[in-house]
Every structure is written in C-alpha cells, then in structure tokens.
C-alpha cells in the first residue's frame, strides 16, 4: 500500500462558471483524521465525489492508496466507504437490511457479515430501532445507518460527508468514539463537519476552504495558536466570515 493514503494534487473542478474546486493541495495519512472544513458552498461535497469517483475533475489529480481516481477507479472503489451528505437507502427495508446489502455487495462472507453488524450496531447505538423500516426513522438515526452503510465491509479509507448532522450529542459523542477506533485501528478518515467543536475534539488536522481554496491547514491546536483564537470556531470565523461582515 502507498505510503499516504490520499494524495490531491493541483484539483480542480469548474461547473460551468462556477469553479467548485480551485487548485486543491493536500496528503492524508493511514490513520489520520482529517476534518475538510468551509463555509456552504466552498468545495467540500465536490472534493469528496472526486475522491469517491463520482465526479471527474476538470484539472490536477487525486489518488487514494496510490490508485489514481480515475485511472484506477475500479481499485479505489474497493478502497473506500463513502456516506454521501444526502443520505441514500431503501425506506422499504429496515436499517439492518440496508447495512447488510452494502455488506454483501461489497463480497463480506455471510457469517462474517452477521456479527459485525451486531458490533457495530451496538457501538453507534442503534439496538432499539434496527429492525424498524428505514422510512419510519428519525433524521439522526439515518445518519447513523447511513455511517455504518459506509463502514460495514471496513474500508481502509472513509469519506464522511457530515455524518454527524442532525445528531443528538448523545449520539454523536457515540459515532465520535466509533470514528476514533476505526482511526485507531489505521484507517484514514476525511469527515465534513460545520460543528467546529466536533473538529476540535476529533480530527487529528483539519483543513479550512472557501471557494475551493485551502486557506488553512494544521492541527487545531496549532491553528488555534496561530490564530489567537480559543477555539476552532473562532478560528474559522476569522478566516471565512469576513465577506459577511464586510458586505463583499
Ligand atoms: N452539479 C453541480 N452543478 C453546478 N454547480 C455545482 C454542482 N455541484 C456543486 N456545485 C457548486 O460548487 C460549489 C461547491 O459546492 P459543494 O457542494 O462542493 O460545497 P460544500 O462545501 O459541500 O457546501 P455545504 O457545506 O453547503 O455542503 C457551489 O458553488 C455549488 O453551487
Ligand atoms: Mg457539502
């Protein structure tokens, strides 16, 4: 396996007038956290369907395990487990049949499958309701099965597109605890989040874009640090709200 787990490379991707992604330099490890931070708009869900090969970039390159997401797009599909901002799953059946489709989907042996989805259900806390169809669920109960959909055949790299959204802190600081194990057990993580304590808390770096540029980049401590802020939402108010309060 490459030494980094991701590598970008000079991305970018325009959509018509609208440049989404503007020149994108960054290298995530095996077993990093790593939170991709910005304002609405600024590049996030784009850079990650680039990573997730949904989406082909207009320029620069992009690689995940040394697969190139383009070239070698059958191989970083293996890679990967992607939970999509919008959450995609069949109301119809119940929260476990959704995770055990990706499972087997994704080749995971039947009886391997059975009792890892029994662990994972237990650790992001969905005992009660998972066998409850998915259309009746709650807001933040399909973020979590859509989060275990995405981890279920144990990815050695996983794109979060604000999986925590819409989650009790209760179970939040649940999916938090699960996050870390898989980080700890060496998977590379890059998680979209608009809660800045989550970052703080949670990622070992963060990057901050806006208009598809990084503007920072370091651990939250350091930008703290670097930024006289007491935390990582000051931080970000700093460098990004300034076309609000100036009225650019
Ligand atoms: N399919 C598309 N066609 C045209 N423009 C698009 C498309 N997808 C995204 N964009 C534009 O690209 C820019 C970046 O969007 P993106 O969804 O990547 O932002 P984001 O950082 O994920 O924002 P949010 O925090 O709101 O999820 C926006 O200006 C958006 O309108
Ligand atoms: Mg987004």
Known sequence: MSETAITISNLVKRFDDVVAVDGLDLEIKWGELFGLLGPNGAGKTTTLNI???LLEMTEGSASVGGYDVVEDADKVRELIGVCPQEPS????????????????LHGVPKDVLDERIDDLIRKIGLEDHINRRAKEYSGGMIRRVSTLMALVHDPKVALLDEPTVAMDPVSRRAVWDFIRELKDNGMAIILTTHYMEEAEVLCDRVGIIDE?????????KELMDKYEAEDLEEVFIKLTGKKLTEGV
């Open 89 to 104: 799953y069949y109301g119809f059946l119940s929260g476990r049949e959704n995770i055990e489709l990706f499972g087997d």
């Open 212 to 220: 598809g540029r990084l503007i920072a980049l370091g651990s939250p």
């Open 51 to 53: 990573l997730n090969t």
